[in-house]
T-cell receptor, first 115, second 112 residues
Framework: GAGVSQSPSNKVTEKGKDVELRCDPI?????LYWYRQSLGQGLEFLIY????????KSGLPSDRFSAERTGGSVSTLTIQRTQQEDSAVYLC?????????????FGSGTQLSVL | GNSVTQMEGPVTLSEEAFLTINCTYT??????LFWYVQYPGEGLQLLLK?????DKGSNKGFEATYRKETTSFHLEKGSVQVSDSAVYFC???????????FGTGTLLAVQP
């Protein structure tokens, strides 16, 4: 596709359930990033992929959070046993090579609400 | 560690007013600096960037100059329009880590 695609756009779940969020980056982009945007908190880095490897996952808040990327393309962010504090907009971004001065292309995000 | 601090909003201005949104950073080495913008209902998009000291990034009438001596990258526009109403994020990329570190964002509301 032309841009970064995320699905679902909205997800409402009950506390304790697992959720999977999907990101389809721009074709050919080797770098992929997950961020979390909470009200009043700005954008919080979660994890960075270069190809299928994750050289930086320092932002994952707890072991309930995990992510994978397959085929150097689609990535899935999984949150197990969701908690109310996980409610946020989860943003995915990709860039061509992942060098530090490159433009990131963002998706529209997944709004996660944990009841 | 690396961090970005930007002025809190909301910033409310009348059309054609001068805009400044302050941004300062803390980083090891020589980061690249960015301003991203999020228009209502849209995803984040790059507004401008500067990759070394004294560089000036500019786009759509907005400017920001990379000031190493004051560790700042303030966003300015001489005459704002209603269509500039959005949330503006200052960010840095430390060359080693390849990730963007964002400030908390500043909401700009421009009134006709």
């Amino acid at each position: 596709g032309a841009g970064v695609s995320q699905s679902p756009s909205n997800k409402v779940t009950e506390k304790g359930k697992d959720v999977e969020l999907r990101c389809d980056p721009i074709s050919g982009h080797t770098a992929l990033y997950w961020y979390r945007q909470s009200l009043g908190q700005g954008l919080e880095f979660l994890i960075y992929f270069q190809g299928n490897s994750a050289p930086d996952k320092s932002g994952l808040p707890s072991d309930r959070f995990s992510a994978e990327r397959t085929g150097g393309s689609v990535s899935t962010l999984t949150i197990q046993r969701t908690q109310q504090e996980d409610s946020a907009v989860y943003l995915c971004a990709s860039s061509s090579t992942g060098t530090g001065n490159e433009k990131l292309f963002f998706g529209s995000g997944t709004q996660l609400s944990v009841l | 560690g690396n961090s970005v601090t930007q002025m809190e909003g909301p910033v409310t201005l009348s059309e054609e007013a001068f805009l400044t949104i302050n941004c300062t950073y803390t980083a090891t080495g020589y980061p690249s600096l960015f301003w991203y913008v999020q228009y209502p209902g849209e995803g984040l998009q790059l507004l401008l960037k500067a990759t070394k000291a004294d560089d000036k990034g500019s786009n759509k009438g907005f400017e920001a100059t990379y000031r190493k001596e004051t560790t700042s990258f303030h966003l300015e526009k001489g005459s704002v329009q209603v269509s500039d109403s959005a949330v503006y994020f200052c960010a840095l990329s430390a060359r080693i880590t390849n990730k963007l570190i964002f400030g908390t964002g500043t909401l700009l509301a421009v009134q006709p």
